[in-house]
């Protein structure tokens, strides 16, 4: 079964460098999540799309935004990233619509990126 | 404060073991979900349980939900070396399209 796709799986960048990460969800997932864990964390929630629209927005700082696509994909961008930026980023999907399933609700979760800061 | 604490920390037994891992969580949920994550890899989906469910199996995995306690606990049958990796619950508060909170997670080490 088809996944959710991430890419590129590990990036590199100097301080105050921005980069964009991008997230191709589960065919006919309708949300879309951003998730960052840092080293020996937890997974933090950062931002959410559903149906192209932002859903929800956790702590994610003014330096990052998103956006979620026609062709339902989403990037993540990033500026004048810093040290503690370094982290593994998780992009996540789900299906809310109808039929109800058993998978309705659950959030399959892509490769992740690894950024590295240097 | 922080939602889905799982206990305990790290779990080391024997391959062929049963492994029980509790989360405990604060706000109300709409359902718990749990995750594997090998070092440094992806999270893997285990089970989804919702809140009018008590108890859900999935292969060797049994996990359990207590709403009263806001507890849920996950069993591992008959470990295997390769169930070595972190687990994760996550607390879903209103199942429409919202947020997942992790807990800190339990490292389970299975000894050949």
Known sequence: ???????????????????????????????????????????????????????DKGSIPDRFS????????SELNMSSLELGDSALYFCASSFLGTP???????????PGTRLTVL | SQQGEEDPQALSIQEGENATMNCSYKTS?????????????????????????????????????DTSKKSSSLLITASRAAD????????????????LTFGKGITLSVRP
């Not at chain 1, 998103?66 to 994909?73: G, L, M, P, R, V």
């Not at chain 2, 349980?49 to 359990?64: D, F, P, Q």
Request: charged share 20%; glycine share 6%.
């Open chain 1, 1 to 55: 079964a088809a996944g959710v796709i991430q890419s590129p799986r590990h990036l590199i960048k100097e301080k105050r460098e921005t980069a964009t990460l991008k997230c191709y969800p589960i065919p006919r997932h309708d949300t879309v999540y951003w998730y960052q864990q840092g080293p020996g964390q937890d997974p933090q929630f950062l931002i959410s799309f559903y149906e192209k629209m932002q859903s």
């Open chain 1, 66 to 73: 998103a956006q979620q696509f026609s062709d339902y994909h």
């Open chain 1, 100 to 110: 109800v399933s058993e998978s309705t609700d659950t959030q399959y979760f892509g």
């Open chain 2, 29 to 65: 949920i709409n359902n718990l979900q749990w995750y594997r994550q090998n070092s440094g890899r992806g999270l893997v989906h285990l089970i989804l349980i919702r809140s009018n469910e008590r108890e859900k199996h999935s292969g060797r995995l049994r996990v359990t939900l």
């Open chain 2, 84 to 99: 070595t990796a972190s687990y994760f619950c996550a607390t879903d508060p209103t199942g429409a399209n919202s947020k």
